[in-house]
């Protein structure tokens, strides 16, 4: 919709030209903060580690309390409820939250009605809106869709994202997948964790502290006009190897390391975050402009987001880059997305994409297909996910997948071939 507007809101520090960074390696640069924040008509309310500093912080909550009362939607993600449920702006209401925290959450509010059996919780008359884990935000973000600009946008989106049939409020497997438990153990930790928070969630926002400790590198490569719903579903995914890898973000624009993303198939929506990058590609040698790119750890896996089509050139420098390095040995594996980067290896490479499509499996979703062995192609972000995670089972192992998709909440559907969450 070109009448949609995007914006990150944020606490500035100390240095207020620095990004605000994240437990997933994902530095962003706020567009308004607290005082100079015009209404906003939706706001999204993230959640992870960092919400345990959130719920302390009084100008955040006094920030939620004075956008709630004329927005549209306020809605939240994983912990994020926590929050809400801060703010008073869950009391008498139903709700839900990640359930993987699901008791450390109900915590913050017992005027709340806590739903464990939910994907999501939208009340009919009310503007708050609360989803599971990780990826019930995506169900969630596609349900507010419909409610924002109709069914037909609703379908439309669905259609686009190859993602039919999204889980709906009440159809969530992790309420039987995962067991609600609230032992005395838990309860300390989870006081321990809320005590120790500061150090958690710097250890989480500035991973991995040391190099030597890590397995190798997943690469992301940005260029501008990235989609950022593909990089949403895949550092998702990543997060399963993220305590083992170093997460790094290279600019491929060659001469700043912020870059800009945003709806690569929008005229209207394609650049709209802002994101600060690692290094800046060396499309000459084999490694970085602002020191070597590959260093001491082995590069596990390049992904590379869909590209607009206004970046053909850039999409077809890319591809020989990528597969020289392929065959120089330099990386292990390639993730890549959308269609400006398949007609590109198509036509410079004389690469044939090997269709294998999850809808051929029982209750599977999204395609994508195989360059070869180490080259996987996703058309969207949504078969972006399995196709990631197909990767993270050859190189840490099913355990791992399913570790990291419980945690997340992942669509069963959006498993790997032969992988079931249970």
């Known amino acids: 919709q070109n009448d949609a507007h995007f914006a990150i809101v944020g606490e500035l520090g100390s240095k207020r030209k620095a990004p605000l960074r994240s437990s997933a390696h994902f530095p962003v640069y706020p567009d308004f903060n607290f005082e100079n924040c015009p209404q ?17 912080n009084f100008r955040i909550i006094e920030f939620l309390k004075q956008q709630a009362i004329s927005a549209k ?23 839900t939250t990640n359930k993987a925290w699901f008791e450390q959450q109900t915590w913050y509010s017992e005027k709340t009605e806590w739903i464990w059996n939910a994907r999501w919780v939208h009340e009919e ?21 419909g409610l924002l600009f109709g069914e037909q946008v609703h379908k439309s989106l669905c259609m686009s ?36 928070a500061c150090y958690f969630v710097y250890t989480e926002i500035h991973r991995p502290i040391s190099e030597s400790k890590k397995l190798g590198k997943v690469v992301t490569l940005l260029g501008d006009g990235w989609d950022a719903l593909d990089l949403a579903g895949v550092l998702e995914a990543a997060c399963a190897l993220h305590s083992s890898y170093k997460m790094q973000l290279v ?25 600060e990058c690692d290094v800046l590609m060396d499309w000459v040698g084999d490694g970085a402009k602002s020191g070597t790119l590959w260093g001491n750890l082995p590069v596990s896996i390049i992904f590379v987001p869909s590209l607009p089509s206004s970046q053909a050139e850039l999409a077809c420098r890319l591809v020989k880059r990528l597969q020289y390095l392929l065959e120089m040995g330099k990386i292990g594996r390639i993730l890549t997305c959308g269609r400006t980067i398949l007609r590109q290896a198509e036509n410079e490479l004389k690469l044939n994409l ?18 070869s062995e180490q080259w996987i192609h ?34 069963p559907r959006l498993m790997p071939v032969g992988i079931e969450l249970k």
């Open 125 to 145: 008359g009310s503007n708050i809106i609360t989803a599971s884990g990780v990826s019930a935000g995506q169900d969630m973000g596609i349900y507010l869709a």
């Open 40 to 56: 906003i008509d939706v706001l999204v309310i993230p959640g992870g580690y960092g919400s345990l500093l959130a719920v302390r």
């Open 73 to 95: 939607y306020v809605v939240s993600v994983c912990t994020g409820s926590s929050l809400l449920a801060v703010a008073g702006l869950l009391d008498g209401k139903r709700a």
């Open 378 to 411: 996703a058309e969207t972000g949504i078969s972006g996910i399995p196709a990631f995670l197909t990767f993270v089972q050859e190189i840490a192992g099913s355990d791992v997948v399913i570790r990291g998709g419980q945690g997340m909440e992942i669509d």
């Open 251 to 275: 600019s491929l624009n060659e001469e700043h390391l912020i870059v800009k993303g945003g709806d690569s198939q929008s005229k209207f929506l394609h650049q709209f975050i802002n994101v």
């Open 161 to 196: 994202l190859q993602y039919s049939m999204p889980l709906t409020q009440s159809d969530d497997p992790f309420a039987k997948i995962l067991n609600r438990d609230w032992t005395l153990w838990k309860k300390f930790g989870f006081k321990m964790m809320e005590f120790f």
């Open 354 to 371: 090997q269709p294998f499509s999850l809808a051929e499996a029982v209750d599977k979703v999204g395609s994508w297909g195989k360059f």
